[in-house]
């Protein structure tokens, strides 16, 4: 999974990250992707090309200048010729990833050109897609990652071939459903063979169509209980205009109280923090801090068109990072509300990102970020007031123990 970026826009980050060997590259542009044959001359030399200019970046730019106590350049050096051997783009990606992973930084990556490209068009509405919001779960006591169906989109393909719900994926067109570049959604109108297992171990084969469907930002659920659940997967300008307009809809109908979801939000840009976190709080406050070879730069919320100043309570889990876990830090420190869920991923690092000549992407940790008390939060996360973990049975049978927790404790505190 690619990791979330917390894109700094200000001078300092962008005056530490000048005289680069790659261009920057911008998330509403899609690449131009080359085409290469496998084990050819040309694939050979686009490898050395990527390989050095990645690593040349990575030792120029990464924010942690003892490489997490490794010798990484030495490194780089021994592990080049076999990596630019690679005969096609996955097993060369899967070599740069391994190296980078040396830094042990989520920010620190590389995304191969197919890969990206699907994600780009995702973001700007062109990518086809089944339907299928996945969740991808290390239950209690087990160390398997796994890939459930967590919700079905309406009217996607996913809904009409009858998915449900806490169904595991298991194969698609015969390969493993979680095998590198095997999705199958980056073909329109291709159909595609799917293979899920129920919670009673029951084989489910579906046969869907890959189709286009707008991005889908946020959801909202209003329960009859009064509480207004709001769920967005990143942030970006898109999210923050989309949770503005929440918020003035709970300002026109109050709700009892809101449950911010962001289980499994990959965090993203701080400008879009600085809004969304402002419209929970009346007055400013600091939410964020980057240490530049400057000094520190403290990064504030701004005033909202509505704000919620009601019961609030935000929901994590352990793949929540970044600008996600800046937010739920905020909310703790603040005395806002409380944090029901995960122990958070630990991914905070202001990152940016460049073009590859293949068209792939290359994100470098470049900043250090705390948070608004100065707290460091990479590699540690931000821990729950309320724990609350899957059993496999809870994932599998459909039950959100984490939400209902949540709405529990949110409407507690209501009462009280």
Same mark, same amino acid.
């Given at each position: 999974?690619?990791?979330?970026? @917390?894109?700094?826009?200000?001078?300092?980050?962008?005056?530490? *990250?000048?005289?680069?060997?790659?261009?920057?590259?911008?998330?509403?542009?899609?690449?131009?992707?080359?085409?290469?044959?496998?084990?050819?001359?040309?694939?050979?030399?686009?490898?050395?090309?990527?390989?050095?200019?990645?690593?040349?970046?990575?030792?120029?730019?990464?924010?942690?200048?003892?490489? !997490?106590?490794?010798?990484?350049?030495?490194?780089?050096?021994?592990?080049?010729?076999?990596?630019?051997?690679?005969?096609?783009?996955?097993?060369?990606?899967?070599?740069?990833?391994? *190296?980078?992973?040396?830094?042990?930084?989520?920010?620190?990556?590389?995304?191969?050109?197919?890969?990206?490209?699907?994600?780009?068009?995702?973001? @700007?509405?062109?990518?086809?897609?089944?339907?299928?919001?996945?969740?991808?779960?290390?239950?209690?006591?087990?160390?398997?990652?796994?890939?459930?169906?967590?919700?079905?989109?309406?009217?996607?393909?996913?809904?009409?071939?009858?998915?449900?719900?806490?169904?595991?994926?298991?194969?698609?067109?015969?390969?493993?459903?979680?095998?590198?570049?095997?999705w199958g959604e980056t073909v329109d109108g291709r159909t595609f063979v799917v293979r899920f297992e129920d919670a009673d171990g029951r084989i489910h084969?579906? *046969?869907?169509?890959?189709?286009?469907?707008?991005?889908?930002?946020?959801?909202?659920?209003?329960?009859?209980?009064?509480?207004?659940? =709001?769920?967005?997967?990143?942030?970006?300008?898109?999210?923050?205009?989309?949770?503005?307009?929440?918020?003035?809809?709970?300002?026109?109908?109050?709700?009892?109280?809101?449950?911010?979801?962001?289980?499994? !939000?990959?965090?993203?840009?701080?400008?879009?923090?600085?809004?969304?976190?402002?419209?929970?709080?009346?007055?400013?406050?600091?939410?964020?801090?980057?240490?530049?070879?400057?000094?520190?730069?403290?990064?504030?919320?701004?005033?909202?068109?509505?704000?919620?100043?009601?019961?609030?309570?935000?929901? /994590?889990?352990?793949?929540?990072?970044?600008?996600?876990?800046?937010?739920?830090?905020?909310?703790?420190?603040?005395?806002?509300?409380?944090?029901?869920? /995960?122990?958070?991923?630990?991914?905070?690092?202001?990152?940016?990102?460049?073009? @590859?000549?293949?068209?792939?992407?290359?994100?470098?940790?470049?900043?250090?970020?705390?948070?608004?008390?100065?707290?460091?939060?990479?590699?540690?996360?931000?821990?729950?007031?309320?724990?609350?973990?899957?059993?496999?049975?809870?994932?599998?049978?459909?039950?959100?123990?984490? =939400?209902?927790?949540?709405?529990?404790?949110? @409407?507690?505190?209501?009462?009280?």
């Amino acid at each position: 999974m690619r990791s979330a970026l @917390l894109l700094l826009m200000a001078a300092g980050a962008m005056a530490a *990250t000048a005289c680069q060997p790659l261009p920057y590259d911008h998330e509403d542009e899609v690449p131009e992707v080359v085409a290469l044959e496998d084990g050819s001359a040309e694939r050979a030399e686009m490898n050395a090309r990527v390989y050095d200019a990645v690593m040349r970046t990575v030792v120029r730019n990464f924010y942690d200048r003892t490489f !997490n106590g490794v010798d990484f350049e030495a490194e780089v050096a021994a592990r080049r010729a076999a990596v630019i051997a690679a005969r096609d783009e996955d097993s060369f990606y899967a070599g740069l990833e391994e *190296t980078l992973a040396l830094l042990n930084d989520g920010h620190t990556n590389a995304v191969s050109p197919t890969d990206n490209l699907f994600h780009k068009r995702r973001r @700007l509405e062109t990518a086809p897609t089944f339907g299928i919001v996945e969740l991808t779960v290390r239950v209690r006591g087990g160390a398997e990652v796994t890939s459930y169906v967590s919700k079905i989109r309406k009217g996607s393909t996913a809904e009409a071939a009858g998915v449900r719900p806490g169904w595991k994926f298991l194969t698609i067109d015969g390969r493993p459903w979680d095998a590198p570049q095997q999705w199958g959604e980056t073909v329109d109108g291709r159909t595609f063979v799917v293979r899920f297992e129920d919670a009673d171990g029951r084989i489910h084969t579906r *046969t869907m169509e890959s189709k286009l469907m707008p991005r889908e930002i946020g959801t909202v659920n209003r329960r009859p209980d009064g509480v207004l659940v =709001l769920q967005f997967s990143e942030f970006d300008a898109a999210s923050a205009d989309w949770f503005e307009e929440r918020l003035r809809e709970a300002e026109a109908d109050p709700p009892v109280a809101i449950v911010l979801d962001l289980r499994g !939000n990959v965090g993203g840009e701080v400008t879009a923090g600085e809004r969304i976190v402002g419209g929970l709080f009346r007055e400013p406050v600091v939410f964020a801090r980057r240490r530049e070879f400057f000094g520190e730069v403290a990064h504030r919320s701004k005033s909202s068109p509505a704000v919620w100043d009601g019961p609030l309570v935000v929901v /994590q889990s352990g793949l929540s990072g970044s600008m996600a876990e800046v937010f739920s830090a905020t909310i703790r420190e603040r005395r806002r509300g409380r944090v029901v869920g /995960q122990k958070s991923n630990g991914s905070v690092v202001g990152a940016t990102s460049f073009k @590859l000549p293949d068209g792939g992407q290359l994100s470098v940790g470049i900043v250090e970020i705390r948070t608004g008390s100065g707290a460091v939060l990479q590699g540690r996360g931000v821990e729950p007031d309320i724990f609350v973990e899957p059993t496999l049975d809870d994932v599998r049978l459909g039950r959100d123990t984490m =939400l209902e927790t949540a709405v529990r404790a949110v @409407l507690a505190g209501q009462r009280t």
